[in-house]
């Protein structure tokens, strides 16, 4: 994925220590060889430290890593520096990798000719290299020419990505958004000295024209067209130059980077892209469809892989700190009520939500509190899925080869990749998901906010480290793989949610779940039961469903599924809630309803 | 493990701070190094481009946009005045004659024969960069801006809306945990910065508009009362540029919290005395803090070289630390412990702690990220 030449090392790999500079923590793992295979050891974390008075991101890495060397013993650091290579087997380390999204990430502008296709392009290739998009500008966006110009002036993008135009078709409209881009002498968000790279990668056609008028202004590089012909997409060239941009113009400017760059054994990947790497990884070694989602303090990243074709998007004001007001003016008080079991009054929320925004390091002290921070995730994540779903679409605006057959079939071009009853794993990362004190909660987390239909297994970082493994598996792959099968993955279970709704109480499905070990556990799922049966997760069972005849899993209404399914630490969850999930809107029921399913689950002390 | 904790907001009798003044784009510097600045005196200075109107001739005139250059009267750099003919046509019969007008004053920009398109520029805006607070120039970055030494009395706030102002300073209420009121507010605090103690509420914030007062600063206010003043929700902490008539500055937070003693006291004895102030609050990628800075008399500030940059070794058993989550938001205490294992908490989470020892003598064991130091001295 990463354009960059693999690091070269000259010693073996036995001793890593990598870090990621989150928003709001800079967290750090240890990995070591142990016998013939890579083990993540010790990890340590401090607050990130982009911020006054410290500015300078590297300071926040060597506190996370004083944490390890003092809860390992390993002594790392020699002032600010770290040692490496080892130079025995308590001292140094043999490389420092790191991945970053602090500083607000990589923030770019997109520009294209049509919206919803060549637009649409150069925002899945900026979201694919890790960015965050804070505008897509297109010829027919509905905005008029000097509106445009003055939104080009008052954005301050890292980087723009120009599209527009198959190669070899007409080059004004690419033109024309050439010059308003350089009418409106962009600038960009730190370092006022410098100028503003842009990649262009449209019409190649149009390349000495957009030379002509915009060389000068900006930083330009020229690469592939992004959309040679409308039907095919090729976004690599593109993602390639906005990564080497990102590390030689971008980072150079946030505080304390180029320190942190010349740390580093490797490059510093943007954290997304880490992820990315990660998930697309898991989804092609298992011929999987899955769903991943990394929560942070400020953004929520979901990555997809439907039918071996890789999405991500990036909610830019979806978080769970700096971003955790937005998240309520999105989704709406309301919203976040509907999973709250007890009752606070409206003003002691938002007051709590907006301390908890201006303070973003604080963490839940007492029960309530993480109960309201989970609320407020189930809503996070379930906004940023709708966000992904609009944005994983296939193609739009190609022609489509109809038969007799489609007649009656209205499907259009451009419809979302995200089929739920093809989802085989979702996977959860990000702070609030990994460090759950009970890893219930996670699951509970992401069944409520994504609603799998049918059977869908889910997972879980263990104590996040995605994100290095991602860097990790750049230069030593074989590393990141073991550390990643022993460490990083916990399976938490499998989601049996039948679609469908009836009233509580109604008997929903039959089923019978035959164990490893010949037990047989037979049962019937009502509607508004949710019921946990414990499948450790190095265990499989058979189990067959007999949903009643208005209600589908996957084969039809009231057709009976047979399927094997793979438990985890949580178990196998049959939810027999309805879909799509529908909530009482009586206050008192609802929190009844909620106070009965988080109790069957047992997801919180007091509910055990 | 002292690298676990909130570096917290400092409240100080004296300091020396340095304010880099930056314009937004390349100018000119109107002082030099050495130079004693006022906080409203203008150090450099910047002609802001004038908007853009783009044209599309070949449209109007309806030909193509290799040939718009036959028709323009003006070129590339000129002048034109608004309803000045910058295109006609010369048909042979009259009155077909089509004329394009400048629908702006300003200056042809570019003329583009790809795609017929001429960019008209208005007249540049000159800005003016301030000095912000009454100082000394340490450093000129050519072209951009300087940096303003000053030796003052600093509180750093958690949250501000609105920009950087200036005005005296009033302490409108008895103590730290009284609340700000309409009735606290009178007529001759127009233009001043009012300290109030631990709450504003909507009345009390239309009638500092009212009267005209520079600023408010307040322990706390509801996030309601903030919704109001502001029209709509903040979802993002990134503020300064709010247009509400006044800045605002938290000390604490959100709710009714009183101010820290600290702070209302050193607030209490500049009373009178000018202070410039800037609601300007940045959270996320890079901190930016609202701020009040209350400059020396020249004569106390004495001649000094370098800034005074506060060393923060971690934090230490007897330093006094704020609470910043429920259930004990806002307490103020000193730090009793530092257990190095982790504790766990009633969430089941396992995580590092510290007891805190309040003036009444009781304790609390708090998670260790959950508590800000008050910094300064």
Same mark, same amino acid.
């Given at each position: ?36 295979? $890579?083990?993540?050891? $010790? ?31 390993? *002594? ?23 991945? +970053? ?13 049509? =919206? ?6 150069? =925002? ?14 297109? +010829?027919?966006?509905?905005?008029? !020419? ?16 120009? +599209? ?9 409209? #690419? ?18 000295? $410098?100028?503003?790279?842009? #990649? ?7 390349? !000495? =024209? ?46 304390? $980077? ?42 929520t990243d979901v990555f997809s892989v439907f039918e071996g074709l890789f999405n991500r998007t990036v909610s830019a004001n979806l978080g769970m700190s700096y971003s955790i007001s937005n998240v309520l003016a999105e989704a709406g008080l309301a919203n976040i009520m509907r999973w709250v079991p007890f009752t606070i009054d409206e003003q002691t929320l938002r007051n709590r939500i907006k301390n908890k925004m201006i303070r973003p390091t604080t963490i839940p002290q007492t029960l309530d509190e993480l109960q309201i921070e989970h609320a407020i995730a189930r809503e996070a994540l379930r906004l940023a899925l709708i966000h992904h779903k609009s944005l994983a679409t296939a193609l739009k605006g190609i022609q489509q080869e109809r038969t007799i057959s489609d007649v009656f079939e209205q499907q259009q071009s451009g419809k979302t990749l995200i089929d739920m009853l093809k989802l085989d794993l979702i996977v959860g990362s990000g702070g609030i998901l990994s ?6 909660? +996670? ?16 997972? #879980? ?72 049966? !414990?499948?450790?997760?190095?265990? *499989? ?17 009231? #057709? ?23 909530? !009482? ?21 007091t509910a055990s | 493990m002292p690298h676990s904790y909130t570096p917290g907001l400092t409240v100080t009798e004296q300091t020396t701070v340095r304010r880099r003044r930056m314009l937004s784009l390349p100018g000119s510097v109107l002082v030099t190094i050495g130079e004693t600045v006022r906080a409203d005196q203008a150090v450099a200075r910047a002609e802001l481009p004038g908007k853009v109107y783009p044209l599309n001739l070949a449209n109007q005139l309806g030909v193509a946009p290799d040939e718009i250059h036959e028709y323009l009267i003006k070129k590339v750099g000129d002048p034109v005045r608004k309803d000045e003919i910058l295109a006609e046509n010369k048909p042979l019969i009259k009155w077909l004659k089509t004329e394009v007008r400048s629908p702006i004053t300003g200056v042809v920009e570019s003329v583009s024969s790809v795609t017929g398109q001429v960019l008209l520029r208005e007249p540049p805006r000159l800005l003016e960069l301030l000095g912000y607070? @009454? ?10 801006? &300087? ?7 600093? &509180? ?6 609105? /920009? ?12 730290? @945990? ?74 604490? /937070? ?86 190095? @294992? ?8 396992? &995580?590092? &702690? ?24």
């Amino acid at each position: 994925m990463a354009s960059q030449e693999p690091a070269q090392t000259a010693h073996p790999l036995n001793v890593i220590v990598a870090t990621d500079c989150g928003s709001t923590t800079t967290k750090a793992i240890l990995i070591e060889k142990v016998g013939d295979e $890579y083990r993540q050891t $010790y990890r340590g974390e401090a607050p990130t430290t982009v911020e006054a008075p410290f500015e300078d991101v590297t300071r926040g890495v060597l506190n996370a890593i004083a944490e390890i060397e003092e809860l390992s013993g390993r *002594k790392i650091l020699d002032g600010d520096q770290i040692m490496t290579p080892c130079r025995d087997p308590k001292t140094g380390v043999d490389i420092y990798i790191s991945t +970053s999204s602090a500083g607000g990430g990589l923030q770019m502008m997109v520009t294209g000719v049509v =919206q919803n296709m060549t637009g649409e392009s150069a =925002q899945r290739a900026a979201l694919g290299a890790g960015a965050i998009v804070i505008d897509v500008l297109a +010829s027919n966006d509905g905005r008029l !020419p000097h509106e445009k110009i003055e939104r080009i002036r008052t954005m301050r993008p890292d980087m723009i990505l120009m +599209s527009g135009g198959t190669d070899g078709g007409a080059v004004s409209h #690419v033109v024309e958004m050439a010059e308003y881009i350089a009418a409106a002498e962009p600038r960009p968000r730190f370092g006022a000295t $410098y100028k503003l790279p842009l #990649v262009y990668a449209g019409n190649t056609d149009a390349q !000495p =024209q957009v030379k002509k008028i915009l060389g000068e202004k900006t930083a330009l590089v020229l690469t592939e067209n992004i959309r040679p012909v409308l039907e095919r997409e090729n976004l690599a060239p593109a993602r390639n130059k906005i990564h080497d941009l990102f590390l030689e113009h971008v980072m150079q400017q946030a505080p304390g $980077y180029k320190k942190l760059i010349e740390m580093a054994g490797a490059p510093i990947m943007p954290t997304p892209a880490a992820v990315g790497v990660i998930m697309e990884t898991i989804a092609k070694r298992e011929h999987l469809n899955l769903i991943g989602v990394d929560i942070g303090g400020a953004t929520t990243d979901v990555f997809s892989v439907f039918e071996g074709l890789f999405n991500r998007t990036v909610s830019a004001n979806l978080g769970m700190s700096y971003s955790i007001s937005n998240v309520l003016a999105e989704a709406g008080l309301a919203n976040i009520m509907r999973w709250v079991p007890f009752t606070i009054d409206e003003q002691t929320l938002r007051n709590r939500i907006k301390n908890k925004m201006i303070r973003p390091t604080t963490i839940p002290q007492t029960l309530d509190e993480l109960q309201i921070e989970h609320a407020i995730a189930r809503e996070a994540l379930r906004l940023a899925l709708i966000h992904h779903k609009s944005l994983a679409t296939a193609l739009k605006g190609i022609q489509q080869e109809r038969t007799i057959s489609d007649v009656f079939e209205q499907q259009q071009s451009g419809k979302t990749l995200i089929d739920m009853l093809k989802l085989d794993l979702i996977v959860g990362s990000g702070g609030i998901l990994s460090h759950a004190p009970r890893r219930v909660q +996670s699951m509970l987390m992401m069944v409520d906010a994504y609603e799998p239909l049918g059977v869908t297994r889910l997972s #879980v970082d263990s104590i996040f480290m995605m994100p290095h493994l991602g860097v990790l598996s750049t230069i030593d792959e074989k590393a990141a793989t073991d550390v990643f099968v022993r460490d990083c993955m916990v399976y938490l279970g499998t989601c049996i949610a039948p679609i469908g709704q009836g009233k509580d109480g109604d008997r929903c499905a039959d089923y019978v779940i035959t164990f490893a070990d010949e037990r047989v556990d037979k049962g019937t799922l009502a509607f508004g039961d949710l019921r946990l049966v !414990p499948l450790a997760g190095d265990q *499989k069972a058979s189990i067959v469903i007999q949903p009643v005849k208005q209600v589908n899993l996957g084969a039809g209404a009231g #057709v009976s599924v047979t399927r094997e399914v793979q438990g985890g630490v949580v178990g196998l969850l049959l939810d027999g809630r309805g879909r799509p999930l529908q909530l !009482p809107t009586d206050h008192n029921a609802r929190v009844a309803a909620l106070t009965k399913w988080y109790s069957a689950v047992g997801l919180y002390p007091t509910a055990s | 493990m002292p690298h676990s904790y909130t570096p917290g907001l400092t409240v100080t009798e004296q300091t020396t701070v340095r304010r880099r003044r930056m314009l937004s784009l390349p100018g000119s510097v109107l002082v030099t190094i050495g130079e004693t600045v006022r906080a409203d005196q203008a150090v450099a200075r910047a002609e802001l481009p004038g908007k853009v109107y783009p044209l599309n001739l070949a449209n109007q005139l309806g030909v193509a946009p290799d040939e718009i250059h036959e028709y323009l009267i003006k070129k590339v750099g000129d002048p034109v005045r608004k309803d000045e003919i910058l295109a006609e046509n010369k048909p042979l019969i009259k009155w077909l004659k089509t004329e394009v007008r400048s629908p702006i004053t300003g200056v042809v920009e570019s003329v583009s024969s790809v795609t017929g398109q001429v960019l008209l520029r208005e007249p540049p805006r000159l800005l003016e960069l301030l000095g912000y607070v @009454d100082g000394r120039i340490v450093e000129v970055i050519p072209q951009q801006g &300087v940096v303003v030494e000053a030796t003052c009395s600093l &509180v750093q706030g958690i949250f501000g809306i609105g /920009g950087e102002t200036r005005g005296e300073i009033v302490i409108a209420v008895t103590s730290p @945990d009284e609340a700000l009121t309409p009735r606290h507010l009178t007529a001759d605090m127009k233009g001043k910065v009012v300290v109030g103690g631990s709450f504003v509420s909507s009345d009390a914030l239309a009638r500092a508009k009212e009267v005209g007062v520079a600023g408010v600063v307040i322990g706390g206010i509801h996030d309601k009362d903030l919704r109001a003043l502001l029209g709509y929700d903040i979802g993002v902490a990134i503020t300064g540029t709010e247009q509400v008539g006044l800045t605002l500055i938290l000390t604490e /937070g959100f709710g009714s919290i009183p101010m820290a003693d600290k702070t209302f006291t050193l607030f209490s004895a500049h009373a009178g005395q000018p202070a410039s102030i800037s609601g300007a609050t940045q959270i996320r990628a890079g901190v930016i803090r609202p701020e009040i800075i209350i400059p020396k008399q020249a004569d106390a500030a004495g001649d000094h070289g370098m800034a005074t940059v506060p060393q923060r070794e971690g934090i230490r058993i007897g330093d006094q630390v704020r609470i910043i989550r429920d259930p004990l938001f806002g307490k103020i205490g000193e730090v009793a412990s530092l257990p190095a @294992d982790l504790q766990k908490i009633p969430t089941e989470s396992d &995580v590092r &702690v510290m007891e805190v020892r309040f003036a009444d003598g009781s304790r609390a064991v708090i998670p260790r990220t959950n508590i800000e130091l008050i910094e300064g001295s």
